[in-house]
T-cell receptor, first 114, second 109 residues
Framework: NAGVTQTPKFQVLKTGQSMTLQCAQD?????MSWYRQDPGMGLRLIHY???????DQGEVPNGYNVSRSTTEDFPLRLLSAAPSQTSVYFC?????????????FGAGSRLTVL | GQSLEQPSEVTAVEGAIVQINCTYQ??????LSWYQQHDGGAPTFLSY????GLEETGRFSSFLSRSDSYGYLLLQELQMKDSASYFC??????????FGKGTMLLVSP
């Protein structure tokens, strides 16, 4: 049981480039989400999904796209990277989708945009 | 909007007891959670309160007062490995979890 797997762990981009952060879970969790973590800002929700084919925006969705074609995978796409998107990104999943979420986090992806 | 307030830093010595407070203002409330994050690591779930009162899990306890929009995490018999950041989080919508900015706990010998 690998839990939540994120790739890549580190990435450096130039402004304007696009890329996809991958997230996969093998726990058959319905709920998946993406957070970004910046110093002194805590974790802020970008997008989330309550099941395959269903996604919604969180607190800071601008500049990011998501899709959920399978229960296991929830990729996060940066359309045109900006320095403001330099951050650590965490994918998290949960068996259900209520405020009682007990999230299992991936190890994180550290992104630097130059 | 949603806002959670918690102290930015708390220091304590090994063996002591420390309390980390969290106050919140949210448009909806579906429970208060606590997560621990060691430097460079991923957040891990510690505790959850849906109703008022105290929940105990080993050396850690969490308390909630919904009427006061307040909760706390209590760590007993502190160990060096407890040095980490602690985040409170509120289920602010049916499918969303809003996190506080975190409290860095420094445990000294």
């Amino acid at each position: 049981n690998a839990g939540v797997t994120q790739t890549p762990k580190f990435q450096v981009l130039k402004t304007g480039q696009s890329m996809t952060l991958q997230c996969a879970q093998d726990m058959n969790h319905e709920y998946m989400s993406w957070y970004r973590q910046d110093p002194g800002m805590g974790l802020r929700l970008i997008h989330y999904s309550v099941g395959a084919g269903i996604t919604d925006q969180g607190e800071v969705p601008n500049g990011y796209n998501v899709s959920r074609s399978t229960t296991e995978d929830f990729p996060l796409r940066l359309l045109s990277a900006a320095p403001s998107q330099t951050s650590v990104y965490f994918c998290a999943s949960s068996p259900n989708y209520s405020g009682a979420n007990v999230l299992t986090f991936g190890a994180g992806s550290r992104l630097t945009v130059l | 909007g949603q806002s959670l307030e918690q102290p930015s830093e708390v220091t304590a010595v090994e063996g002591a007891i420390v309390q980390i407070n969290c106050t919140y203002q949210t448009s909806g409330f579906y429970g208060l959670s606590w997560y621990q994050q060691h430097d460079g690591g991923a957040p891990t779930f510690l505790s959850y309160n849906a109703l008022d009162g105290l929940e105990e899990t080993g050396r850690f306890s969490s308390f909630l007062s919904r009427s006061d929009s307040y909760g706390y995490l209590l760590l007993q018999e502190l160990q060096m490995k407890d040095s980490a950041s602690y985040f409170c989080a509120v289920g602010s919508g049916y499918s969303t979890l809003t996190f506080g900015k975190g409290t860095m706990l420094l445990v000294s010998p």
